[in-house]
């Protein structure tokens, strides 16, 4: 799965995009978040309000609990603060 | 069916993300030329505003083909929801931009004033919630900015049109 990351979140992780292998039990948007979180001390600095965090499933909003299905580009980012 | 009625002419939409800056005058001019049932035309123009007098620039970073596709959808929305409409612009920039200069215009236009005033309003509060973008600031001093944080009034003013 292909993730991508936006704005402050990108600059935590030090990644604008990258490729994972997802274990299984990630099944929601918001498991691939918690997931994360557990990956070093960058993913849980860009993580740790998780709530915040905005998903994308190939560049369509989706709420935390949506399943992720066979989505082929995850982005990460935080609330917009266009306009 | 009435014979008579002519064929509605599909609304036109333009959605434009770019680097460029934008021609508010020449934009408002393409929602009407060339028509002349169209009485009314609202637009809005965000700017890059300094509060304090620190700030170097906004830089302006999005999501490639969300940030177009979301606001597109935004546009579609408007369309559904004021079907009188003739033509809405979007148009938001991205990459650096120092105080004073353009960030965004929506634009929208319609037989009558209402329905132009109210899409233009729409358009902005859902471009502002959802639209892929996210503005740091790049201070003076040279030093780096924080990234500008989201504004809860801006979720509640896009609910207030659910």
């Known amino acids: ?83 | 069916m009435a014979v008579d009625e002519p064929a509605p002419v599909p609304a036109q939409l333009d959605v434009r993300v770019q680097a460029a800056d934008f021609d508010v005058g020449a934009e408002i001019a393409r929602l009407h030329a060339g028509r002349t049932d169209v009485g009314a035309v609202a637009s809005f123009v965000g700017l890059c505003r300094d509060e304090g007098g620190t700030l170097a620039a906004l830089e302006l970073e999005h999501y490639p083909g969300m940030a177009e596709m979301e606001i597109r959808r935004v546009a579609e929305a408007a369309l559904a929801r004021w079907p009188m409409l003739t033509a809405v612009t979007a148009i938001h920039r991205h990459g650096r931009i120092p105080p004073g200069d353009r960030i965004v215009l929506v634009a929208a236009a319609s037989p009558h004033r209402t329905a132009a005033f109210e899409a233009a309003e729409f358009l902005m509060d859902f471009l502002k919630t959802r639209a892929p973008f996210w503005k740091k600031e790049h201070r003076l001093d040279g030093t780096e900015g924080a990234w500008v944080a989201a504004k809860d009034t801006d979720d509640a003013k896009a609910d207030r049109w659910r």
């Open chain 1, 1 to 83: 799965m292909k993730l991508v990351y936006f704005a402050w979140v990108r600059e935590r992780i030090g990644l604008s995009e990258e490729t994972v292998d997802v274990p299984d039990h990630v099944v929601t948007a918001g498991d691939l978040i918690r997931w994360l979180a557990g990956r070093g001390d960058a993913y849980a600095h860009a993580f740790e309000a998780a709530a915040q965090i905005r998903v994308a499933v190939d560049q369509e909003h989706v709420p935390q609990d949506a399943p992720l299905g066979p989505a082929r580009e995850v982005a990460l980012f935080p609330p917009m603060t266009g306009g």
